[in-house]
């Protein structure tokens, strides 16, 4: 008996001096941080399958954003491909018949941006009766469950790889028509700003910090940006929502105090937006960047860099 209680002890005492687990705020390795879509949604002007009018909506040209990091790739290039496919649980677009290369190319870690009309899309090895490749935006009609209730969602992945890291980031471009007079299409979340210890800092701005901290990192007040919109019900009537913003922080060096801020709680309670940067117990002098990325639950994204400058 003796020896059975002292076997799990000894593993949870073996745990309990192993490596301390990464911490999902602090950048490392190669990331995709975010990727954008501007506009984040186009909203055709009705919803006449026939009206000639949405299919012009719908072929504009948009423009992608991707954020890619790579604090420890000293400068290295990056191999990227855009690719978009039917089925949104597709996360790799790996179905070679419904899916598009849409671009490739190399790049340095940074922002990534490629403007194309993704609405016109094809699918080159499926093509139909007439030889030529079936267009891509049905076929995400016929992979949808809802059929296309609430908006089309075009998976697009980005896939980047450099030395032995590889990763797809998948963003849905959302397609929509106005079916009630209120509907309106969304637009980019945007912060009025951001604070360091309550004072502003901008994206120019390098202040100092010094000490074992935390310090206190806050958006300025944005709720009167977060818009009103209106979605269908399941018997097709309007449902009046509002947005609640939620931000992602991340930071070269320390960790941040949460991943994530904002929001609402399942009980509808707001939750704070500000955070905490903890330094290391051995951060050395020198300068920390942050990034902070803003989702409005709607397909709506923006990011910012900030930078500090720390001394123990």
């Not at 990331?31 to 299919?55: G, H, I, W, Y």
């Not at 609405?119 to 007439?130: A, E, I, K, S, V």
């Not at 949808?144 to 075009?154: A, E, P, V």
């Not at 009537?237 to 941040?256: D, I």
């Amino acid at each position: 008996m003796r020896a059975r209680l002292l076997a799990p002890l000894l593993a949870a005492a073996l745990c309990a001096c192993g490596p301390m687990q990464d911490n999902p705020t602090q950048l490392k390795d190669l990331r995709v941080l975010a990727m954008s879509f501007e506009a984040p949604e186009l909203m055709a002007p009705t919803c006449d399958t026939q009206d000639p009018k949405n299919l012009f909506s719908f072929a504009q040209p948009l423009r992608l954003r991707a954020f890619v990091v790579d604090p420890e790739g000293e400068g290295r290039d990056i191999a990227w491909e855009v690719l978009a496919c039917a089925a949104v649980g597709d996360r790799t677009c790996s179905d070679p018949e419904r899916r598009v290369v849409v671009a490739t190319g190399t790049m340095k870690a940074g922002e990534l941006e490629l403007v194309h009309p993704f609405g016109t899309l094809t699918m080159p090895g499926l093509p139909g009766p007439d030889g030529k490749p079936l267009p891509l935006l049905p076929e995400v009609v016929q992979k949808d469950t809802y059929k296309g209730l609430g908006g089309i969602r075009l998976p697009v992945v980005l896939h980047v790889k450099a030395g032995g890291e590889e990763i797809y980031a998948q963003k849905l471009m959302v397609f929509s028509c106005k079916a009630f007079p209120d509907q309106a299409q969304n637009i980019t979340p945007e912060l009025p700003g951001l604070l360091l210890e309550g004072t502003p800092w901008g994206e120019s701005d390098v202040p100092p910090l010094s000490g074992p901290g935390p310090f206190a990192l806050e958006p300025e007040e944005f709720s009167g940006s977060e818009e009103p919109y209106v979605v269908s019900s399941f018997e097709l009537k309007p449902v009046q929502l509002q947005e609640s913003w939620t931000l992602a922080w991340y930071v070269t060096a320390g960790r941040m105090d949460r991943e994530q801020t904002g929001g609402t709680d399942p009980d509808g309670t707001s939750v704070r937006p500000g955070n905490s940067w903890i330094p290391a117990r051995d951060q050395p002098a020198g300068e920390v960047t942050f990034y902070v990325v803003v989702r409005d639950g709607r397909g709506g994204t923006s990011w910012y860099t900030r930078r500090a400058l720390y001394t123990p």
